[in-house]
């Protein structure tokens, strides 16, 4: 049975950007379910959980405690079971190095963090009404960072 919402799931340690994020989702006028975790390991445990509804796209921090984004992208990337999920790095950091990172272990898109609400929900309605499969199958370094 298709879903009639898009599964959301964002983990991030930062509180001020987790609640950012899901009152931008409240605003946006396109049926979601957003789910937030507060770090890489409430992540990967749910995401492990047998009865766990898998995202359509995961927005991934890098910087968290315990198990940084990239140890995740690391994890989903290696288990079949996550292949259908969208990673969205989502992270303050815009060094090459991240980048390059990110992009070499199959995240599909790197977005910097918005500080500007109406440019993170412009951000956010782009990334989840985009076609993906579009998208992924001309992938490359130019339109892997997006750029508003």
């Not at 890489?40 to 910087?63: A, C, H, Q, R, T």
């Not at 500007?116 to 199958?137: A, G, M």
Request: net charge negative; aromatic share 10%.
């Amino acid at each position: 049975m298709e879903k009639e919402y898009m599964h959301i799931i964002l983990a991030d340690d930062d509180e001020d950007d987790r609640m950012f994020f899901t009152d931008a989702f409240d605003e946006l006028k396109i049926s979601t379910k957003v789910q937030t975790c507060n770090d890489g390991v409430e992540l990967m445990n749910y995401l492990n959980k047998e009865d766990s509804i898998l995202p359509n796209v995961l927005f991934l921090d890098l910087n968290m405690p315990m198990k940084n984004g990239i140890e995740c992208l690391h994890e989903i990337k290696a288990d079949r079971r996550f292949d259908d999920i969208v990673i969205a790095i989502y992270s303050t950091s815009s060094s090459e190095e991240h980048i390059e990172e990110t992009f070499i272990c199959g995240a599909n898109i790197y977005i910097k963090k918005p500080s500007d609400f109406n440019e993170l929900k412009r951000v956010l309605s782009y990334v989840v009404t985009l076609n993906w499969q579009y998208h992924t199958s001309g992938l490359n370094k130019d339109n892997f960072l997006f750029r508003m």
